[in-house]
């Protein structure tokens, strides 16, 4: 017998007394496949992961190879940063593409919300990744904003030696990387959404 979401039209047709005939299609009552959504949990981690020290080992070993360091620090930082976002994009494409294709058949919609509760439970498991001081696995910009303000808060950053003009500076930094923050969660939201309703399989159908 295989499972998959029906209309709720035609959800009447079966009661619990009904006896159902062999490979019948009998509906899901709870949308949330939280064994797949951990299988694209995992494997969206794991992508995050390698991606993101594949592009680490690229910077830092342009920089150990450069004649001159310390001008290319800035770019390659840079350039990290970005492959961090595009890594956690792509990660959490697969995951949703594998949590919709480690499921039984079920409609897109399904699929697209399993996708979006994966891409939830990315950003939570990512949120304690920071807290816990892992910063390279998941957003190492928005790690490096909260990094300035607690300087600022916790006063190790002398509050007589910041100019108006620095204290601007910091403020724009960190607006500017809260706002791309957001961005770069809405993208990932949607490529995991778009992953779940692609790996998404319909049901079989008998005679």
């Given at each position: ?15 619990s ?19 797949p ?37 800035p ?48 950003l ?63 993208i ?20």
């Amino acid at each position: 017998m295989s499972y998959v979401d029906r209309p709720e039209s035609e959800r009447s047709a079966y009661t619990s007394t009904t006896t159902y005939p062999p490979n019948s299609i009998v509906e899901y009552y709870d949308r949330a496949r939280w064994v797949p959504i951990l299988s694209g949990l995992v494997v969206a981690i794991g992508t995050q992961l390698v991606l993101s020290a594949f592009g680490t080992g690229i910077g830092f070993t342009n920089i150990a190879n450069s004649g001159a360091p310390r001008s290319n620090i800035p770019g390659v930082s840079n350039g990290i940063g970005i492959w961090t976002g595009v890594s956690f994009w792509l990660s959490l494409l697969i995951g949703g593409w594998v949590t919709a294709r480690s499921c039984g058949p079920m409609n897109r919609s399904t699929a697209i919300l399993n996708g979006a509760i994966l891409w939830g439970t990315t950003l939570t498991i990512g949120s304690l990744l920071l807290a816990s001081g892992i910063s390279g696995a998941f957003g190492a910009i928005s790690f490096g904003a909260g990094a300035g303000a607690s300087q600022l808060s916790s006063g190790s950053i002398p509050a007589p030696a910041i100019t108006a003009q620095q204290a601007r500076n910091i403020a724009s930094a960190v607006a500017w990387t809260s706002w791309w923050f957001i961005i770069g969660s809405v993208i990932g939201l949607i490529l995991a959404m778009i992953g779940a309703a692609a790996g998404a399989r319909k049901p079989r159908t008998y005679p």
